[in-house]
T-cell receptor, first 110, second 114 residues
């Protein structure tokens, strides 16, 4: 299974943009890049996913490198409610597996 | 309804007990998952069901036995567990097609083995 590498933790100020990086150098051509986040005592929550092109939704944007070996989750204006563990995950369209990386703990300062 | 419902929320069991965790979704999803999460660690995939058939078993010990009685329900039967099996058990579901759409997670069952 291909793996992802993320920084252990990041800090941001409230209402500033946040860029969360993820490396996935062994990604296969059929793997999708997913991002989920998990607040304390809750199950993971879907944020965004993509295959090759950059993606935008109401929560965030996903920028995928041209070679697909890395990606960046962009929160355009961080709020205190965005403080969570953010997981970069490779989802195999062949096997259906969603394998979590170690995650980045995001702290948002007022 | 975009919920995955897991019961019970908390469970304490002895090492000789038999118990079951339940997971239910009514989104018409055909893929369902069990994950195990230890404190301050990422969720670890245990099982994947696709169209009610077990498609992936990540070398999980036989004291964990999954079951998918129908397309809406997923059970995890527990027997002769060890204290190190104490963890948050998460269920998830997704459409299960090759578009690899989003997965919805339940709130989990916090299991303590004594």
């Amino acid at each position: 299974d291909a793996k992802t590498t993320q920084p252990n933790s990041m800090e941001s100020n409230e209402e500033e943009p946040v860029h969360l990086p993820c490396n996935h150098s062994t990604i296969s051509g059929t793997d999708y890049i997913h991002w989920y986040r998990q607040l304390p005592s809750q199950g993971p929550e879907y944020v965004i996913h993509g295959l090759t092109s950059n993606v935008n939704n109401r929560m965030a944007s996903l920028a995928i490198a041209e070679d697909r070996k890395s990606s960046t989750l962009i929160l355009h204006r961080a709020t205190l409610r965005d403080a969570a563990v953010y997981y970069c995950i490779l989802g195999s369209s062949n096997t259906g597996k969603l394998i979590f990386g170690q995650g980045t703990t995001l702290q948002v300062k007022p | 309804d975009t919920e995955v419902t897991q019961t019970p929320k908390h469970l304490v069991m002895g090492m000789t007990n038999k118990k079951s965790l339940k997971c239910e979704q009514h989104m018409g999803h055909r893929a369902m998952y069990w994950y195990k999460q230890k404190a301050k660690k990422p969720p670890e995939l245990m099982f994947v069901y696709s169209y009610e058939k077990l498609s992936i078993n990540e070398s999980v010990p036989s004291r964990f036995s999954p079951e998918c009685p129908n397309s809406s329900l997923l059970n995890l039967h527990l027997h002769a567990l060890q204290p190190e099996d104490s963890a948050l058990y998460l269920c998830a579901s997704s459409q299960g097609d090759r578009r690899n759409t989003e997965a919805f997670f339940g709130q989990g069952t916090r299991l303590t083995v004594v």
